[in-house]
């Protein structure tokens, strides 16, 4: 028979068991071990159906619970199933349900093997998400950037050293730096958000405070690769960025974008959500600057109207020489010299 439980992700807390179609009601207290006043004794009632893979979920609770990130109505009711993850209050508290068969004539408190999730349940890195703060979207967390980016993560910083490629094959398989997106999509430590149709990571090497990349699970290569059939995937992606930004602590004081690389160097389509403060170590060089702020980077929309109209994404002739371009700063246009010179002078647009 199957037995459903609530797991704590973000500390090891005892385990909740969910009976079959049984009302389950839990909030703020030593069950959870939550003492956050935000969250009522009473914040959500359950029902597992075990039959059916999944759990029903009630707000009760004044502040929200969620379920991947998108919050549940006062008195609203709504299906968790696993691989998904439900914050119990305002983006805090992180559970995911696991459905277990258990053996034995008596029913006893053997497990089994827990089913496997389709998909990596949803993390920031440090579990909690806290409404996608800083401590788990910013730039020191690692991230995976497309191979513009030439240096490797060491905390906070990023090294000069470029991603090794091997002289005795040039075949792209797994191993391959240009093909590290596919590993780190799959990776919940890596993991800020997913639902059925797109995972989003953090970039490993950010050009700027807040650098996401947004990833469709279905194989789609690169921009070359999309037609009208994925009109409706890059609407949703674009929205899901919208919704991420939303999200961002700082979207009241910095600006974002939201595009793609006319010519990535990283296999896998994947949208760029990035602020325009560019204030990162990890931003090295005249080919980082350029790749985010000429026209080698195309607005989301952009890319949207076009696949609409033309059916597929067009890409000028000429585009790579782009990244060749003088550095300009991107706000007041003014030429700088060098990158240590355009780091200073872009503090002189950052928010007070």
């Given at each position: 028979?199957?037995?459903?439980?609530?797991?704590?992700?973000?500390?090891?807390?005892?385990?909740?068991?969910?009976?079959?179609?049984?009302?389950?009601?839990?909030?703020?207290?030593?069950?959870?071990?939550?003492?956050?006043?935000?969250?009522?004794?009473?914040?959500?009632?359950?029902?597992?159906?075990?039959?059916?893979g999944y759990v029903r979920i009630k707000q009760m609770g004044v502040n929200p619970a969620s379920i991947d990130l998108v919050d549940i109505d006062k008195d609203e009711e709504v299906k968790l199933k696993p691989g998904q993850v439900l914050h119990l209050v305002n983006k805090l508290y992180p559970y995911t349900v696991q459905f277990s068969e258990v053996t034995g004539v008596s029913g006893a408190k053997a497990e089994g093997k827990t089913k496997?999730?389709?998909?990596?349940?949803?993390?920031?890195?440090?579990?909690?998400?806290?409404?996608?703060?800083?401590?788990?979207?910013?730039?020191?967390?690692?991230?995976?950037?497309?191979?513009?980016?030439?240096?490797?993560?060491?905390?906070?910083?990023?090294?000069?050293?470029?991603?090794?490629?091997?002289?005795?094959?040039?075949?792209?398989?797994?191993?391959?730096?240009?093909?590290?997106?596919?590993?780190?999509?799959?990776?919940?430590?890596?993991?800020?958000?997913?639902?059925?149709?797109?995972?989003?990571?953090?970039?490993?090497?950010?050009?700027?405070?807040?650098?996401?990349?947004?990833?469709?699970?279905?194989?789609?290569?690169?921009?070359?690769?999309?037609?009208?059939?994925?009109?409706?995937?890059?609407?949703?992606?674009?929205?899901?960025?919208?919704?991420?930004?939303?999200?961002?602590?700082?979207?009241?004081?910095?600006?974002?974008?939201?595009?793609?690389?006319?010519?990535?160097?990283?296999?896998?389509?994947?949208?760029?959500?990035?602020?325009?403060?560019?204030?990162?170590?990890?931003?090295?060089?005249?080919?980082?600057?350029?790749?985010?702020?000429?026209?080698?980077?195309?607005?989301?929309?952009?890319?949207?109207?076009?696949?609409?109209?033309?059916?597929?994404?067009?890409?000028?002739?000429?585009?790579?020489?782009?990244?060749?371009?003088?550095?300009?700063?991107?706000?007041?246009?003014?030429?700088?010299?060098?990158?240590?010179?355009?780091?200073?002078?872009?503090?002189?647009?950052?928010?007070?």
């Amino acid at each position: 028979m199957q037995v459903c439980w609530l797991v704590r992700k973000d500390k090891c807390c005892q385990r909740i068991k969910l009976p079959h179609l049984k009302t389950v009601v839990i909030g703020r207290g030593p069950e959870t071990e939550i003492t956050d006043k935000k969250c009522s004794r009473q914040q959500v009632q359950l029902k597992a159906d075990c039959n059916k893979g999944y759990v029903r979920i009630k707000q009760m609770g004044v502040n929200p619970a969620s379920i991947d990130l998108v919050d549940i109505d006062k008195d609203e009711e709504v299906k968790l199933k696993p691989g998904q993850v439900l914050h119990l209050v305002n983006k805090l508290y992180p559970y995911t349900v696991q459905f277990s068969e258990v053996t034995g004539v008596s029913g006893a408190k053997a497990e089994g093997k827990t089913k496997a999730n389709k998909r990596p349940y949803v993390d920031s890195g440090n579990s909690n998400m806290e409404n996608m703060s800083e401590k788990s979207m910013k730039m020191e967390q690692p991230d995976l950037q497309d191979g513009s980016s030439s240096c490797k993560p060491n905390n906070t910083s990023c090294s000069s050293s470029s991603p090794h490629v091997s002289s005795s094959s040039h075949k792209e398989h797994l191993g391959h730096w240009s093909q590290g997106l596919k590993i780190s999509m799959q990776d919940p430590k890596m993991q800020v958000y997913k639902d059925e149709r797109v995972v989003i990571i953090k970039d490993k090497y950010p050009k700027a405070r807040y650098h996401w990349l947004i990833l469709p699970w279905d194989s789609l290569s690169s921009l070359k690769s999309v037609t009208k059939e994925h009109l409706e995937l890059l609407e949703h992606m674009h929205a899901v960025g919208e919704k991420l930004i939303q999200q961002c602590l700082d979207q009241d004081r910095l600006e974002f974008r939201l595009g793609y690389h006319a010519i990535p160097s990283m296999s896998h389509v994947h949208l760029h959500v990035i602020s325009q403060d560019f204030d990162s170590p990890c931003l090295k060089n005249k080919k980082h600057w350029n790749s985010f702020t000429t026209e080698y980077f195309l607005n989301s929309q952009d890319v949207i109207e076009m696949v609409k109209t033309k059916g597929k994404v067009l890409v000028k002739d000429g585009t790579s020489e782009l990244l060749k371009l003088p550095l300009r700063c991107h706000v007041c246009k003014q030429h700088q010299s060098t990158i240590p010179q355009l780091k200073e002078h872009l503090k002189k647009h950052w928010p007070k």
